[in-house]
């Protein structure tokens, strides 16, 4: 693929333009179903456990994990939804000029298509979306070269939209590539003099209200979806995402993880180590997360969570 001045396009910006775009059209996937009421709602648990996935989840994973298939055909995707059958006769496309009009650097003319792997969360947030809190619901698409984010597209479908608003000018869309940046949003630091911790929602536990209180925390924050969590940190409406529970994927956090890095924050396990993103790893996140805007930020983070909690974690 070339750029409008007719340049060939290395691999890794070919593939985030396309990420942007087609997470933009699941995004139109996402309000369709909610705004027709047809959720066709089922439960993936087998425990009893609360683990819904939709109609939606269903038709923004096929629309992404086509595409990608189709036009980069030596990826390594990994998707949250199983059995989800490929539109093998697709026929659109979907793109951002934006991206391909960045100039690259040496690293990435060298990125070979086999070298990456994909994770992606078609719908993050599902639960919230069953119950029509469509604020925190975002659409997770990250990359990794070998096993470390190198770019991230978290599209948020729902912001400033208008119900029954079919265009794809509704929902916004970040993105960044490691060493060119990020684009969609305005990174701001957090406020100063305070501590604003956003937690998990649905997994909380004795643990991680023992870690989130050990931070010393100003305010507390309990927030439904990790990608709009570390939205709130991206954009300084939070210093910290801590997850002090097993419950993460590496659908969660690697689109994440890729733009926070990029404005300069930080993103381990509980531990301080950080995730391996190949495509061979178990998707869980079992020793929980930590995403901080700065790394100063993290290390006190850190520093502070009893080694108790952190024992918890020591042979996940």
């Not at 890794?12 to 990420?19: K, N, P, V």
């Not at 996937?29 to 439960?43: A, C, F, P, S, T």
């Not at 639960?127 to 991230?152: Q, S």
């Not at 509704?170 to 100063?192: M, N, V």
Request: glycine residues 10%; aromatic residues 6%.
């Amino acid at each position: 693929m070339m750029n409008k001045e007719g340049i060939d396009m290395p691999v890794i910006l070919r593939l985030i333009s396309s990420c942007v775009g087609i997470s933009k059209e699941a995004g139109k996937i996402i309000r369709d179903i909610m705004y027709k009421g047809e959720l066709g709602v089922i439960q993936k648990g087998t425990g009893g456990e609360n683990d819904p996935q939709t109609e939606a989840d269903r038709q923004a994973q096929k629309l992404i994990i086509s595409v990608l298939t189709r036009d980069f055909p030596k990826l390594k995707i990994v998707g949250e939804e199983d059995d989800i059958k490929l539109e093998p006769n697709l026929t659109g496309n979907w793109i951002s000029e934006e991206i391909l009009s960045l100039k690259p650097t040496p690293e990435l003319e060298t990125i070979k298509e086999e070298e990456l792997t994909v994770w992606v969360d078609p719908l993050d947030g599902t639960t919230e979306f069953t119950w029509g809190a469509v604020d925190h619901v975002t659409v997770l698409i990250g990359v990794a070269y070998k096993d470390r984010p190198i770019g991230g597209v978290i599209h948020q479908p729902f912001y400033k939209a208008i119900k029954g608003d079919p265009n794809l000018s509704a929902g916004r869309t970040l993105w960044a590539i490691r060493g060119l940046g990020y684009g969609g949003f305005e990174a701001k630091s957090p406020p100063e003099n305070e501590l604003i911790i956003a937690g998990t929602k649905s997994h909380k536990s004795v643990t991680t209200q023992k870690a989130l209180e050990s931070t010393g925390a100003t305010t507390l924050i309990s927030h439904s979806g990790a990608g709009a969590k570390a939205m709130l940190v991206l954009e300084g409406k939070a210093h910290c995402y801590l997850h002090a529970s097993p419950g993460l994927k590496r659908w969660d956090t690697c689109a994440p993880e890729a733009i926070l890095t990029e404005i300069g924050g930080k993103v381990t396990d509980i531990l301080g180590d950080p995730y391996n993103y190949a495509a061979s790893v178990h998707p869980m996140c079992s020793r929980g997360a930590i995403l901080a805007h700065t790394p100063t930020i993290h290390a006190s983070i850190l520093s502070k969570l009893p080694d108790d909690v952190k024992d918890i974690f020591r042979n996940k």
